[in-house]
């Protein structure tokens, strides 16, 4: 990235660090919290300060067979890639808006940003870029990585900031991380809160999935906590830790 892109990225970055403060503030007003929803793989919903937010919709295919297409109604559809099985907004209801390609956006009130990275380990020429999105809902920052394979650069960290909550791909394959990889993010980005995604699970179809069980990633995090919930969860600033980090797994509703 060259450098007076990076500084004006930078600059966005900061600006929406300092706007999602002030939306943050404002909107505990009407909401202290954001609900989390899985929705299957790298796929969630989220609801708070009057907005409902769908990142990253899918093709039910391969690894992801077993899940249900996520046609759930939002406001706002984030997508980290368009491929054939990602990024399908086919079938979703209502007239959300559509977000699919790297920079600062104002939507309702509020800043989102995102940021490119690579899809694959080689330079992009194999499956492209992938968008990571970051954005305040209900007083709490949230960085979703969509599907990062690539290390993540300085420049990169610049712009990503340091997140409350961290929504990470841990399943290895040809377009995640490994479950060394995904590691590494956490410690560059120092969350407080780790979501893994994009993991093998009973969805699977065992015939066409090249990804990893979530028991991986685990145990190489065998010193960070882990709370297993539902498929859904509220989060605010008072349930993230003080210190260090904590995991939790959303289990899909099969």
């Known amino acids: 990235m060259k450098r007076r892109q990076l500084i004006q990225y930078a600059g966005a970055s900061l600006a929406l660090s300092l706007g999602s403060g002030m939306v ?5 007003a009407q909401s202290s919290s954001v609900s989390i929803q899985s929705l299957g793989h790298m796929c969630f919903l989220f609801r708070g300060d009057g907005r409902r937010i769908l990142v990253n919709p899918f093709r039910p295919i391969g690894c992801t067979a077993g899940y249900r297409a996520p046609q759930v109604e939002a406001d706002l559809v984030m997508i980290s890639s368009r491929l054939f099985d990602e990024g399908v907004i086919e079938g979703l209801p209502g007239t ?4 699919d390609q790297p920079g600062v956006y104002e939507f309702t009130g509020m800043q989102v940003q995102g940021i490119r990275t690579d899809h694959d380990n080689r330079k992009g020429k194999q499956f492209g870029t992938n968008v990571v999105w970051r954005w305040n809902q209900g007083g709490v920052n949230i960085l ?12 990169q960290q610049i712009l990503m900031g340091r997140p409350d909550i961290l929504l990470i791909p841990v399943g290895n394959g040809a377009k995640a991380y490994t479950p060394e990889a995904a590691k ?11 979501i893994p995604t994009q993991y093998r699970t009973q969805a699977a179809d065992a015939n066409a999935c090249d990804i990893l069980p979530l028991d991986n990633f685990l145990a190489l995090m065998s010193d960070t906590p882990v709370e297993r919930v539902g498929d859904a969860i509220a989060v605010g600033e008072a349930d993230l830790p003080e210190s260090g980090a904590k995991i939790t797994v959303l289990s ?3």
């Open 184 to 194: 590494a993010a956490v410690q560059a980005l120092n969350p407080k809160l780790i």
């Open 252 to 254: 899909y509703a099969f």
């Open 96 to 99: 959300p808006r559509i977000l």
């Open 24 to 28: 943050g503030r404002s909107a505990q």
């Open 144 to 155: 979703h990585l969509g599907g990062a394979a690539a290390p993540i650069t300085v420049e």
